[in-house]
């Protein structure tokens, strides 16, 4: 079956550094998580990377089972002591109808263009709910580099569904916060530089530097407040909507 989404193998080596929150953040959304997955025995990490959220799920007695596209990042996963990982597209999952409680599904639909496709695959096999994990706010940083690509006549890839615009189809069956933290814009500044954001990898080089110019001079040295929430979808909601799509 042909791939419909996008590898990070380019970027395994830095994901962790150029994703995600600070630690004590990142400690809280993880408590926040197992929290709410309380009461779930199995549960598949559906574009599991690096293992940021499958290692400490299964530390604390969780069955995760975690799939990914990208070898490397499941290298870096198996590095971290994270079992039960399987090379697999989201669009094709080789498990039988509901065969987890519940699925993960932090940063990866908006990778896959047949996002409705992973969708139903995901609701296939997992029987009671759908987690995702989602900025409250878009990164501002982020937000005036694709503005001023656009300015260039450079269109923004972006090819499936984030899980905040998922909720304009579906509502959740429930919203929690997970951290609150502080982003420093130079930090964003430099990864942006360095190209580590999928969205950038078809950008032209020349391009790239003119809007790096932009926006350097308008963010360096901020400091913006981010929340993170965690999501919960019913299956039953999700499939219920995708019958209808």
């Known amino acids: 079956m042909k791939q419909m989404s996008i ?10 550094k150029t994703r995600g929150m600070p630690p004590e953040a990142m400690e ?15 549960v598949l990490d559906v ?5 940021r959220y499958a290692k400490p799920l299964q530390d604390s007695g969780f069955e995760v089972v975690g799939v990914d596209i990208s070898r490397k990042m499941l290298s870096k996963a198996v590095g971290k002591g994270a079992d039960n990982l399987f090379l697999s597209d989201a669009c094709n999952l080789q498990f039988k109808d509901a065969s ?3 699925a993960l599904n932090f940063s990866v639909l908006h990778l896959i263009s047949e996002w409705k496709t992973a969708l139903r695959e995901i609701t296939r096999v997992t029987s009671r709910v759908l987690v995702s994990m989602v900025h409250r706010r878009r990164n501002p ?7 001023s690509l656009r300015r260039r006549g450079h269109a923004v890839r972006r090819v499936g569904i984030g899980g905040i615009e998922l909720v304009e189809f579906v ?20 990864f942006i530089n360095g190209k580590a954001y999928s969205s950038q990898w078809n950008v032209p080089d020349i391009v790239h530097k ?4 932009e926006i350097r001079d308008k963010f360096v040295g901020k400091v913006y407040r981010q929340k993170t929430d965690i999501l919960i ?3 039953n909601d999700l499939k219920t909507y995708l019958r209808g799509s």
């Open 47 to 51: 574009g599991v990377g690096t293992g």
């Open 28 to 42: 809280n959304a993880v408590q926040t998580l197992l929290r709410e997955l309380k009461g779930y025995e199995s």
């Open 171 to 190: 509502k959740p069956r429930k919203t929690v916060q997970a951290a609150c933290y502080s982003v420093y814009a130079d930090k964003t500044l430099a």
């Open 210 to 213: 003119q809007a790096m110019r």
């Open 100 to 102: 987890f409680d519940a």
């Open 233 to 235: 979808w019913s299956i």
């Open 141 to 147: 940083i982020r937000e005036a580099y694709d503005e």
């Open 7 to 16: 590898s990070f193998d380019s970027v395994a080596d830095i994901f962790d």
